[in-house]
């Protein structure tokens, strides 16, 4: 994605509303920083006015006019964060939440409050978003198949087609146009947590509704848990209903905290994908990995299967940091099949690709050759089974 040019609706550049969305009236206030409001409750002596205020929220979700009410209903941090986050994916409106995690049980609740309670999803998904699926925790029912088979699996009662692209963790990347296309009039909600609306915004694309783990890139530092979803107004008040409801606000500081996340996102995205495809390429030539999984659009993510043991180049990392999560300044690299999709049904999770060699690599802004460095050693630290080294290696095209 061009950073250089404006976006659709802006006169500005991704770049440009990176740093300004959600701060445009600061200057204006006499302002630099966005102010953080602690605030829960806030005072009012016109209690009819706050009473006709609540009563337009209960019947649109809309956020209300005049001044804030209570924490639950929303909060003047917060908003400035999902302002921006709604330029720079395209949207009408977005959503924040406590975690990725509760904006992906809002969506589906909304659908399910509408009779709608079939979902059409693709795997591989992030494992706890494929675990609340396929558990039926919230009283979905769910049909996973391929992107072809996306229109034949669609029922009278399906709210919502569930994509990830590039997904979590193998980074199997897909048509989102096309996956639109086959979901008719049935809600695309499209994960766009590795990509960023810096690499592709899938609402452009055709999809109603974009989910981020906000906790990722978009916070960037690894100190914030929160999640947002990307829509049209529509969409965005059957969620604030929801949040409301069930309580899954996300904290003002957490906005705040994101909101400076935004300004620095192109430029951080941009800065680890270079890391990242130099890593994918060295590893696509190293006959210590078996397979390297890249994506055409880029991206700071690196998966690859290993002919040693996974868990002995976990170990052995000194530099790059072991651990989950991914999105941060820093690199770090974990076993999805002991970890993010160990919750996801063995037989499962190995036919969408998450084979127990792979480990996926989270590229931070570090020197390059200080990360080979590290992955190289801990490469060499891995024992490899008899006749495993030399195994063909397989990569993307763009490697």
Not at 87 to 96: C, D, N, Q
Not at 297 to 312: K, L, Q, R
């Amino acid at each position: 994605m061009d950073s250089t040019r404006a976006l659709p609706g802006s006169p500005r550049a991704l770049a440009t509303e990176a740093v300004h969305a959600g701060r445009d009236d600061l200057a204006r206030q006499g302002l630099h920083a966005p102010p953080i409001d602690l605030s829960t409750t806030y005072p009012s002596y016109d209690s009819r006015g706050e009473a006709a205020r609540i009563d337009a929220f209960a019947t649109t979700g809309a956020e209300p006019e005049g001044p804030p009410v209570y924490g639950r209903l929303g909060n003047p941090t917060v908003a400035r964060f999902e302002t921006a986050l709604a330029r720079l994916e395209g949207t009408g409106s977005a959503v924040a939440f406590a975690s990725g995690m509760a904006a992906l049980t809002a969506v589906l609740l909304v659908r399910a409050s509408a009779g709608l309670r079939h979902v059409v999803a693709v795997r591989p998904l992030y494992g706890c978003s494929d675990h609340l699926l396929t558990a039926g925790l919230l009283g979905s029912e769910v049909t996973w198949t391929d992107p072809a088979g996306i229109t034949d699996a669609l029922r009278p009662d399906t709210g919502l087609v569930l994509v990830e692209s590039p997904a979590n963790p193998t980074l199997a990347e897909l048509d989102l146009r096309a996956v639109a296309h086959a979901c008719g009039t049935v809600p695309l909600l499209a994960d766009n947590t590795f990509a960023t609306p810096v690499l592709q915004r899938p609402a452009e694309q055709g999809a109603r509704l974009v989910l981020h783990s906000a906790t990722k890139y978009l916070g960037g530092h690894g100190d914030v848990m929160a999640g947002v979803v990307a829509c049209d107004e529509e969409f965005a008040g059957q969620l604030r209903q929801v949040r409301f409801a069930t309580g899954g606000v996300l904290h003002p500081l957490a906005g705040y905290l994101l909101l400076r996340g935004l300004a620095t996102l192109p430029v951080r995205v941009r800065a680890a994908s270079a890391n990242a495809a130099e890593l994918a390429r060295r590893l696509a030539v190293d006959p210590r990995v078996s397979r390297v999984h890249y994506p055409r659009i880029g991206g700071a993510m690196v998966a690859f299967e290993v002919t040693g043991d996974p868990h002995e180049v976990i170990a052995a990392v000194r530099l790059i940091t072991p651990a989950v999560s991914l999105g941060s300044v820093d690199t770090l690299i974990q076993h999805p099949a002991s970890i993010s999709h160990r919750i996801v049904d063995a037989d499962d999770r190995r036919g969408a690709g998450v084979s127990d060699r792979l480990l996926r690599l989270s590229v931070g802004l570090e020197d390059v050759e200080d990360l080979w460095t590290d992955l190289d050693g801990a490469l060499g630290s891995a024992s490899a089974p008899a006749g495993a080294r030399g195994t063909a290696r397989q990569a993307t095209a763009n490697l």
